[in-house]
C-alpha cells in the first residue's frame, strides 16, 4: 500500500506532467492481493484485557493475548505484564475494536459476564 512520502512522489509526478500507467499500477496490485509493500501478508494480534472499570486509564486486571493461532495467557506475575492499563497498550499502537459492554454493568447483583472488557488489535 503506498504511504504518504510515495503518495507525494506522486502528485509532484503529475504537476510536472511525467506520471505514468506504472507509477499507479504497483499499488494497485499490492492492494488487489493483500500485502504490503515487503510483500508479506498482513497478521491480526488481538489482545484481551480485563480492567477493573470501564475507562482506558483502569489497571488491567486479566489479559490475554492471540498471535500466530495461539491464545497466550498473560505472566503469572502482574510485574511483568507488558500494560498496566489499556491506555499503554493504545500508546503502543494497539487498536480498540471493542469496548466494554456498559449493559452488562447496570446491575451491580447481578453478574453476566465480564463487562470491563477491552479488546485490541495490531497488525503486524
Not at 26 to 37: I, K, P
Not at 47 to 75: F, K, R, W
Amino acid at each position: 500500500m503506498a504511504d504518504k512520502q510515495q503518495i507525494q512522489e506522486w502528485l509532484d509526478k503529475l504537476r510536472a506532467g511525467t506520471l505514468v500507467e506504472a507509477d499507479l499500477q504497483g499499488a494497485l496490485d499490492r492492494l488487489g492481493d493483500g500485502t504490503s509493500d515487503d510483500d508479506s501478508p498482513k497478521q491480526q494480534r488481538l489482545l484481551y484485557l480485563n480492567t477493573g472499570n470501564t475507562a482506558v486509564d483502569s489497571q488491567v486486571l486479566g489479559m490475554a493475548l492471540v498471535e500466530n493461532g495461539q491464545i497466550l495467557e498473560g505472566p503469572d506475575d502482574v510485574d511483568e505484564w507488558p500494560y498496566n492499563s489499556v491506555l499503554e497498550a493504545m500508546d503502543d499502537g494497539w487498536r480498540v475494536v471493542k469496548f466494554p459492554e456498559m449493559a452488562l454493568l447496570l446491575q451491580e447483583d447481578k453478574t453476566f459476564g465480564l463487562g470491563c472488557e477491552f479488546i485490541l488489535e495490531k497488525l503486524t
